[in-house]
């Protein structure tokens, strides 16, 4: 595994080279979530989950196998990531058709107040990252970045439990939960991830307490 200092050199390179990309996918991740939130239908929960095809599947190309490559060494670690995220987005693709997960919003009192806090510590990930004396290219947006996107996805797969795609959340949960606080946080000190640790672990406590 490389060093914190080698680590944001391959995330200022990636930054730099993709962009505008980040903002333009971190916008839409915006239009599409506020679409979702107003209307919460079957055509939102359709482009919500099309997002998340695009999202994960660039995650996987673009960060993981093309700009990380090499991120993990010898033990080709980044390549498996990268396949589970290819996998995630191949999921909430054949989903679109199959409907297993409706997203919806929680209609009131702690859970729904939960999921929209989560929502929005989510879309503030770049905004931590300037808090925290990040420059412009070692801010990380919802779309482009495995963390932020992942983090998404299980706040909106928590609100959908029990009827939830077990495959995809447990996925999702197995890239939150083991990992990051170790790696991301620890290692490379991306104390923003402590918002995908937390729903990470929000997540598997809730689908435990429902199902």
């Given at each position: 595994?490389?060093?914190?200092?080698?680590w944001f050199?391959?995330?200022?390179?990636?930054?730099?080279?993709?962009?505008?990309?980040?903002?333009?996918?971190?916008?839409?991740?915006?239009?599409?979530?506020?679409?979702?939130?107003?209307?919460?239908?079957?055509?939102?929960?359709?482009?919500?989950?099309?997002?998340?095809?695009?999202?994960?599947?660039?995650?996987?190309?673009?960060?993981?196998?093309?700009?990380?490559?090499?991120?993990?060494?010898?033990?080709?670690?980044?390549?498996?990531?990268?396949?589970?995220?290819?996998?995630?987005?191949?999921?909430?693709?054949?989903?679109?058709?199959?409907?297993?997960?409706?997203?919806?919003?929680?209609?009131?009192?702690?859970?729904?107040?939960?999921?929209l806090t989560?929502?929005?510590?989510?879309?503030?990930?770049?905004?931590?990252?300037?808090?925290?004396?990040?420059?412009?290219?070692?801010?990380?947006?919802?779309?482009?970045?495995?963390?932020?996107?992942?983090?998404?996805?299980?706040?909106?797969?928590?609100?959908?439990?029990?009827?939830?795609?077990?495959?995809?959340?447990?996925?999702?949960?197995f890239l939150?939960?083991?990992?990051?606080?170790?790696?991301?946080?620890?290692?490379?000190?991306?104390?923003?991830?402590?918002?995908?640790?937390?729903?990470?672990?929000?997540?598997?406590?809730?689908?435990?307490?429902?199902?």
């Amino acid at each position: 595994m490389v060093s914190a200092a080698e680590w944001f050199r391959i995330v200022k390179a990636y930054s730099t080279t993709i962009w505008p990309t980040q903002i333009v996918l971190y916008i839409a991740a915006v239009l599409v979530t506020g679409w979702f939130l107003l209307k919460h239908d079957r055509a939102s929960n359709i482009i919500m989950k099309l997002y998340f095809v695009i999202a994960f599947a660039w995650n996987g190309i673009m960060w993981f196998f093309v700009f990380a490559k090499d991120m993990a060494g010898d033990s080709y670690g980044n390549y498996f990531f990268g396949a589970v995220f290819m996998v995630v987005s191949v999921l909430f693709a054949v989903d679109i058709f199959r409907q297993k997960t409706p997203f919806v919003i929680p209609a009131d009192g702690w859970q729904k107040r939960v999921t929209l806090t989560l929502m929005l510590l989510v879309f503030c990930y770049p905004l931590l990252g300037v808090v925290l004396g990040h420059d412009s290219s070692r801010l990380m947006y919802p779309g482009t970045y495995p963390c932020p996107t992942t983090a998404l996805a299980i706040v909106l797969l928590t609100a959908a439990t029990p009827q939830v795609d077990k495959v995809v959340f447990f996925l999702l949960l197995f890239l939150a939960i083991p990992f990051t606080p170790f790696i991301q946080i620890l290692r490379y000190g991306v104390y923003e991830d402590v918002i995908l640790f937390v729903s990470g672990v929000y997540g598997l406590i809730f689908y435990l307490r429902v199902r």
